[in-house]
């Protein structure tokens, strides 16, 4: 069986089409069958033939004889138009779902499946989202922090990816002072930071660093999450498995003037005799003092003091881009809906158009993006209240009853990471863009997406590979 989903402003000629005839199903996906040149003349054929018996043809899904396949049995997905102002690249996933599922229906007894992704020429989307699936959508004891280092250094042994694991005793001197959480009392849920690098081929002209949020689970901590809210929280670490995904894709793809660099912090949020409580005031690696406003606010503790790191070394790279990936509030999805991530720039990131770029690509791939703004509003509510603190790490009520209850843990991260001092109006600005990715990241129940590697990679990755 082979699926193909063909975007005709991409695949013309694509060299996976020649190969079409040596398949023993075929789906076919596209909105006109005008647009089949090339290779796909030979199922334009059957469809016009068939067209003559069934006006449904074209509108519906439809199984057809075409000889010229091996298996002579063609399923035909149309999108439909793809003219009206709210269309996307989407239609087309949707058809080739649809169209597999008829074809399974069909009671075809497929050989082997291939599925080919004609949309930049073999683009390991399949492998990169089942990594996301693992490590995002297991369950908390499959994958705990040390069994997901154990994943990823399986993962990328033999590969380009560099993969170092400190876990929270390495940590304690590493950050030295530092918000991460303390340690779980068990120790098969002790925290790691699984760091991942790559470096391509030639001179570095881009440096990127991915910091993704790995709540393996979330209980909320001592102001725990109460009223049945808690079911669920073992994906709250799909921002850390999002970072992994984009190291397949660069395995993968090998692109070259790239280096990245990605952190992906695990620990459990749990309750227990050390776990840490609201009104502590816990110094920064920048050196802030913070103020615990809820436990359950874990992802961007979690997430501070690593971005100060990267922020570090940022300093001397190559015309390095931050980004911070998590499934962080609630109020994503409440403000955007469940299919959509989002980006936030800081001033040097939106004057690069990071936001934009990034929504662009993912516009063409899939893999949609809303743009926010941080807004001055969003710094004042994380200001210290009292002379004790610097600044407040959140009120105590859930993001999705909060105004700006997704816009402001972004001011709070650049906040408590020092990354402040690299703003439009200092010396060495940085761009830094946060990502939450809390209502893109898939249902449960239901299986991860993989959001937002496909955006990212096709910003970063897929334009020079395919110049190249
Ligand atoms: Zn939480």
Redesign the pocket.
Known sequence: MMMLSVNHARCNNCSVLRSLCRFDGVVLVTDSTEKLTGDLTVLKAAIVEYAKLDAACGEEIVVLHCPKLISQRLVFSPTGPLNRDYDDVRRFSDAACAGVKRLVVSKFRHKYMYIAQCTHCNVPWFCTRALCRDIGGSDPERMTPPRVYDYVNKMFINSNVKVTVYNLFDLRSLIKTNPFLPPAVVSRHRGHLIELEYVGDGPTSNTLFLIGKG?TY?T?GADIKAGGGMAGMHR?KCGAAAVAGFFKVLAELKPKNIKVVGAMAMVR?SVGADCYVSDEIIRSRAGKRIRVGNT????RMVMADVLCMMKERALTAVNPQLFTIATLTGHAVRAVGPNYSIILDNGPARKTQTAQSVQKAGDQIGDPFEVSTIRREDFEFHKGKSEYEDVLQANNLPSTSTPRGHQAPAAFLIMASGLDAHGRDSDKPLPYSHLDIAGSSGPFPGIPTGAPVAALAGHYILGQVARG
């Open positions: 709540i979330d909320g709250d949020n359950d606010a874990e992802g």
